[in-house]
């Protein structure tokens, strides 16, 4: 095969050149250049990947619950239907109250049993113990029975069995209406204690008050309350008293 010299090779560059213009040696360069950037590539080591990130760590363990907070968990949370029923129990509390029958006032009350026993007086001695017509009137009844034992006497015996001509410690000239009531021991220190009170002004503090009570609660006799020791003025006898 025969070589083709130098200088015709180099013609024929120049003349390629002239014809093609001047970019020709350039783009004949430019594979080469392209082929450099993959040359180096391989030639690169090549770099390993990143390694993967690091597993997080586990979450600590809760800590314990007490006892006492368990408890309060595991109770069983109020219903929806306890608030409306709540919300209404002062209503029924006033509703219940207002069914019930309240006792019957003054039912130990001495003066209030002595006002229902007066009824059957009113008729002579009026509603407000001024009297009626002739028969004698109750205000003041502490200065014309000055000792309550002659006023319980008196009203135990009536007229007829009072064995002095006057009524009272005034001297009044006794009528003969007084009817004697057979009441018991609390009866008649019930209706006396209510006259003594309402008609005389008998203040609970004294003595005769308290003696009267026991009498009309049943707590004391006539005998115990010092009714047998009677006041000369009224003469009667202790076994008149006993009898009556």
Not at 218 to 230: P, S
Request: charged content about 20%; glycine content about 10%; hydrophobic content about 45%.
């Amino acid at each position: 095969m025969t070589e083709i010299p130098e200088h015709l090779l180099k013609r024929s560059k120049e003349r390629r050149a002239a014809i093609g213009g001047e970019d020709a040696p350039a783009a004949e360069a430019a594979p080469a250049a392209d082929t450099a950037p993959a040359a180096a590539e391989a030639a690169a080591p090549a770099v390993p990947a990143p390694q993967a990130a690091a597993v997080e760590a586990a979450p600590p363990p809760p800590a314990p619950v007490r006892p006492e907070v368990a408890a309060a968990q595991r109770r069983r949370k109020i219903p929806f239907w306890a608030m409306p029923v709540l919300a209404g129990l002062p209503l029924w509390a006033y509703v219940y109250q207002a069914t019930l029958e309240p006792p019957p006032a003054g039912e130990d009350d001495p003066i209030v049993l002595g006002q229902a026993i007066y009824g059957t007086c009113a008729a002579c001695h009026g509603a407000t113990g001024g009297g009626v017509g002739n028969f004698p009137a109750l205000t003041g009844v502490l200065e014309t029975w000055p000792d309550y034992r002659d006023h319980m006497m008196w009203v135990r015996l009536g007229s007829a069995g009072w064995p002095a001509d006057t009524y009272g410690a005034n001297g009044t000239t006794k009528n003969g209406g007084m009817p004697a009531f057979d009441m018991t021991d609390a009866e008649l220190a019930q209706v006396v204690l209510y006259e003594r009170v309402t008609f005389g002004g008998l203040d609970p503090a004294e003595e005769e008050y308290a003696l009267l009570e026991a009498i009309a609660h049943g707590e004391a006799t006539f005998e115990e309350g010092g009714l047998g020791d009677v006041s000369t003025e009224a003469g009667v006898d202790e076994s008149e008293l006993a009898a009556g």
